[in-house]
Every structure is written in C-alpha cells, then in structure tokens.
C-alpha cells in the first residue's frame, strides 16, 4: 500500500499511538429518529474508540450512518425528532450523553470540535473570518476582544493562510474553496480540543487542494497530540491518513481493523466490496465493479444482516440473524455469519486481496 510521506505515519508512530490514553469512545450508540410517528434507529449499537495522536476512519456509503454519528457525539441533532437511544459517548471516561445542554456548549469548539463538509455554509457569511473565530475563542476562554484576535491571528496562520493579517477581515466569499476549509479548520481547532471530527471536510476540493488539507491535518494531530475521527467515503483518503478504520453499513459497523489489515486482507463482504469499487489510476472506469442495490432506508432495516439483500455470500440464516461484530484476531473485527469464526456455515470464499492503493 503506498502513502504520502506527508502524513508522517509509520510503524513507529503506529506503535507510539497505541500507547497514547482513550481520549474518546463509543459504547453501543443508538441514535432514532421519529418518522411517521414512529422511532427508527439510524445509528445502532455503534462501538469504537480513538486514541490521542490517532486518526480513525469511518467510511462507507452515503446513508450509512457516518455524519449522524459525529452529529450524536456532539449532541447536535434536533430534539424534535431525533433522541439517544442508549449507549455511552465516554470523551476521556466522562459519558457525555446525560449532560445538560449547558454542559454540552462549553465542551462544543473546545474539548470537542467538528471540522463540517461545506464550509461556505458554516460560515457566516456577514462576519468577516478572522472574528468568527475570535468570537469562538471568547465563548470558552476568558480573554478580552484583543486577545481573542491575536489568538485568531495565529490560528490563521497555522494552518497557513498566505498574508493571514491582511485576511484577517476579508469576508468567506473573498476566500477560495480551499481556503475557506483552512479557516474551518482554524476555528475548529483555535480552543486546542482533545478530539476533531472532521466530516468529509475535503468532498469539495479538487485533488491538490485535498492533499494540501490532508497534509495539514496530519501535521497538526502530530503537532498537538489530537484524536481525529475522519469521516469519508473516499478509500483513497483513507489510505493516506487513517491508522485504523471502521467500516459503516446501516447504521453499524461491520468491520474494524488497522489500515494495513483493512486493505490487504478486507473480511466483510460490504468492504470487499467498496474496495472493488474504487476507482484505480492504473485501470478504467469499464473494470470498476459496483456494489447492486443501495443502503436500506432506516424505515426498512432487514431483520437479520443488514447487507444480506446485496451480499453474493449470504446463507438462508442472514436473513433472519442480524450477526454480532467479532473479533477475528490481531484487533481485526467483523459483523458477519458466513466469516464470522465458529459459526457452523460452509466456508466463505476467502476474502480478496485487491492491488496495492495509488494515491
């Protein structure tokens, strides 16, 4: 599997982040939302944990579940329709579920902080940059308006906005696609959190600006020892900067492994799957190899494995058992019957191995 060396990662700093505490996890999440009158869970029994100084990534399918988990972690769904359906959101052993909004705004932009997909819609766009982002600074740390600018000042220029004093009170619109990410990230990270959600923060950038973002990034977890949770349906992302990845489908996850487990030896059928799918520099669009079908509505969850109605391994018995997530050695998870060990069913053609990553 080839990397960009920009990310910094290797077996050394794989070895060090193991090391490192907890600084988020998830136990059994479950998110509903209320539809017709009814609640429907659209993340369920959600587990998995990031240390400090890694990057966890989370991947899949658009409606797999990926966003409304980071949303939940935050505790920005509406109340009107969507609820915590149980589970723990424990950010360095302290559950954050039972907290009070109070509570939740002064750990938002500050413990914990959300890197979101379009920036020109998160920011506002009457404000000139630099004060949003002493404005966020102000809401967690007791300093006054010219402290709060000179802190926002070199949060611009950290993530390496050209002339950042003069842009200091340009407006979104004057920024580049591109930029606009950097002062996302500027302001997600000005408060210093232990935790970055970044959901799919580089979809709408072309392949330069990405890597530039990616390197960014990487640099600065390394710089401040942060736990990244890195939300993408991009493999290609993943590759470059995750150090372990679980895999969403339907609201859960159907596999957790390191990167290097993931890509060359994939075990779920769904990620077999993706992988397949991608898109290669070294061959065209016509050998790509799509996934039938489409994630179930969460008003239509099948009642046994979830991925059953697409899978071209699936048993008489996936359809009426929903699998649990178990390990396969080597911190190597996955929620399914026919490869699950021990299970009884005939054996599975075993799991491919596609070609090393180009990215």
């Given at each position: 599997?080839?990397?960009?060396?920009?990310?910094?990662?290797?077996?050394?700093?794989?070895?060090?982040?193991?090391?490192?505490?907890?600084a988020l996890e998830l136990r059994d999440l479950r998110t509903e939302f209320r539809i017709g009158g009814q609640w429907h869970a659209a993340v369920r029994?959600?587990?998995?944990?990031?240390?400090?100084?890694?990057?966890?990534?989370?991947?899949?399918?658009?409606?797999?579940?990926?966003?409304?988990?980071?949303?939940?972690?935050?505790?920005?769904?509406?109340?009107?329709?969507?609820?915590?359906?149980?589970?723990?959101?424990?950010?360095?052993?302290?559950?954050?579920?039972?907290?009070?909004?109070?509570?939740?705004?002064?750990?938002?932009?500050?413990?914990?902080?959300?890197?979101?997909?379009?920036?020109?819609?998160?920011?506002?766009?009457?404000?000139?940059?630099?004060?949003?982002?002493?404005?966020?600074?102000?809401?967690?740390?007791?300093?006054s308006w010219k402290e709060a600018r000179a802190e926002a000042l070199q949060a611009l220029e950290e993530v390496k906005i050209p002339a950042a004093a003069?842009?200091?009170?340009?407006?979104?619109?004057?920024?580049?696609?591109?930029?606009?990410?950097?002062?996302?990230?500027?302001?997600?990270?000005?408060?210093?959190?232990?935790?970055?959600?970044?959901?799919?923060?580089?979809?709408?950038?072309?392949?330069?600006?990405?890597?530039?973002?990616?390197?960014?990034?990487?640099?600065?977890?390394?710089?401040?020892?942060?736990?990244?949770?890195?939300?993408?349906?991009?493999?290609?992302?993943?590759?470059?900067?995750?150090?372990?990845?679980?895999?969403?489908?339907?609201?859960?996850?159907?596999?957790?492994?390191?990167?290097?487990?993931?890509?060359?030896?994939?075990?779920?059928?769904?990620?077999?799957?993706?992988?397949?799918?991608?898109?290669?520099?070294?061959?065209?669009?016509?050998?790509?190899?799509?996934?039938?079908?489409?994630?179930?509505?969460?008003?239509?969850?099948?009642?046994?494995?979830?991925?059953?109605?697409?899978?071209?391994?699936?048993?008489?018995?996936?359809?009426?058992?929903?699998?649990?997530?178990?390990?396969?050695?080597?911190?190597?998870?996955?929620?399914?019957?026919?490869?699950?060990?021990?299970?009884?069913?005939?054996?599975?053609?075993?799991?491919?191995?596609?070609s090393e990553v180009q990215v």
């Amino acid at each position: 599997m080839v990397r960009t060396d920009s990310t910094g990662r290797g077996a050394d700093a794989e070895a060090h982040a193991d090391k490192q505490p907890v600084a988020l996890e998830l136990r059994d999440l479950r998110t509903e939302f209320r539809i017709g009158g009814q609640w429907h869970a659209a993340v369920r029994d959600v587990s998995f944990s990031v240390r400090r100084n890694e990057t966890l990534a989370v991947v899949g399918e658009s409606g797999s579940g990926k966003s409304v988990t980071a949303l939940s972690v935050l505790r920005l769904l509406p109340a009107t329709g969507a609820r915590h359906g149980g589970g723990q959101i424990l950010l360095e052993g302290r559950d954050l579920a039972p907290l009070s909004e109070k509570e939740m705004a002064r750990l938002r932009g500050d413990a914990l902080a959300m890197i979101f997909q379009e920036p020109m819609t998160s920011l506002n766009p009457t404000m000139r940059v630099g004060d949003q982002i002493a404005e966020a600074i102000r809401q967690h740390r007791k300093v006054s308006w010219k402290e709060a600018r000179a802190e926002a000042l070199q949060a611009l220029e950290e993530v390496k906005i050209p002339a950042a004093a003069s842009r200091y009170d340009d407006y979104p619109h004057q920024f580049s696609g591109g930029m606009r990410q950097r002062v996302m990230i500027a302001m997600a990270l000005a408060c210093k959190p232990k935790v970055l959600l970044a959901d799919e923060p580089t979809t709408a950038l072309d392949v330069t600006i990405q890597a530039q973002i990616l390197s960014l990034l990487a640099d600065l977890k390394t710089a401040r020892g942060m736990a990244v949770v890195f939300i993408t349906h991009n493999l290609g992302v993943v590759a470059q900067i995750a150090d372990r990845v679980a895999v969403m489908y339907a609201g859960e996850v159907v596999e957790t492994a390191d990167v290097d487990t993931l890509f060359a030896a994939p075990t779920h059928p769904y990620t077999e799957a993706l992988l397949h799918a991608m898109p290669r520099v070294d061959t065209d669009a016509e050998s790509l190899d799509p996934i039938p079908g489409s994630v179930p509505a969460i008003t239509a969850i099948p009642a046994g494995c979830a991925y059953a109605p697409r899978c071209p391994l699936k048993q008489p018995v996936c359809e009426t058992t929903r699998p649990a997530l178990n390990g396969v050695g080597g911190g190597h998870a996955v929620r399914c019957l026919v490869r699950a060990p021990g299970n009884g069913l005939p054996a599975a053609p075993a799991p491919g191995s596609p070609s090393e990553v180009q990215v």
